[in-house]
């Protein structure tokens, strides 16, 4: 493993193998909800879906520590409108790959309404179950305590692409979003309500991804949406494979 300092509250980690970023990743999740619930009682987490982190949701779900089950909230990063049965859904991911085989209540992972089918209708029920979940009384904590990003070639995360994102609202938790690049309308967490989450954790694998980050990490792609959080979160680690790492190590060797 080696890691990096990348800044204030930035930390790089470079794993050999999907395998072992996969083990990683769930055991700094463990580490995050560990400490989140004995400090405040609860942890409230959104995932992405995608290829990448399904190592990481094995890897939780067969984890021996299952102490974060019992007071952990989960949610989505962002969905495809697409029904919930769907092969593009993140929705079926994380039932098929965390929440079922990790025995996680299912009352307490909270997916995209995605039967409302209009993508501003969903985004606005979900921006309020995120409201009443997060913020149902005094004192409110109306911030998650991690995010799982990840980061496609074209420097989008989420469901935050460059083409788009100067035209995303400012003010709201959760928006509808659309890209010709990608197929179906999106509903995704806003950039501001992804940087108030207390850690960001940003995952990647493979070679496809080696140009971006390296983009990021080095500063060379401002306009990414994912460069943008990456700079602006609080908190945040950048886990990488070797070969997602391969053009960064070699831009600072």
Known sequence: ?????????????????PEE??????EYYLECASSGIRERGRFSAAFSGGKTP????????QNDNKTWLAKSRL???????VSADCADSNQRLIMESLVQPAGFP??????????????????????TRLHDVLCPAPPKANNLDFVLLGVGSDGHTASLFPEEVDD????????????????HDRITLAMPF??????????????????IVRNILCDQAPEAPASMVWKKARRAVMALDQSASGAYLDSIA
Not at 168 to 183: G, L
């Open 106 to 127: 299912q009352n307490r992972f909270y997916p995209v309404p995605v039967h409302l089918e209009d993508a501003a209708k969903a985004a606005k029920a979900y921006q």
């Open 75 to 81: 949610f989505q990063v962002d969905e495809r409108m």
């Open 194 to 211: 992804i940087l108030a989450a207390e850690k960001i954790l940003f995952l990647i694998s493979g070679a496809s991804k080696a140009e």
């Open 54 to 61: 399904v190592g990481f949701f094995n890897a939780l779900a």
């Open 1 to 17: 493993m080696i890691v990096k300092d990348a800044g204030p509250g930035k930390t790089v980690v470079i794993q050999e193998t």
């Open 21 to 26: 970023l996969a083990a990683y990743a769930a």
């Open 168 to 183: 995303y609202p400012k003010d709201a938790w959760v928006h509808a979003a659309r890209s010709d690049r990608h197929p």
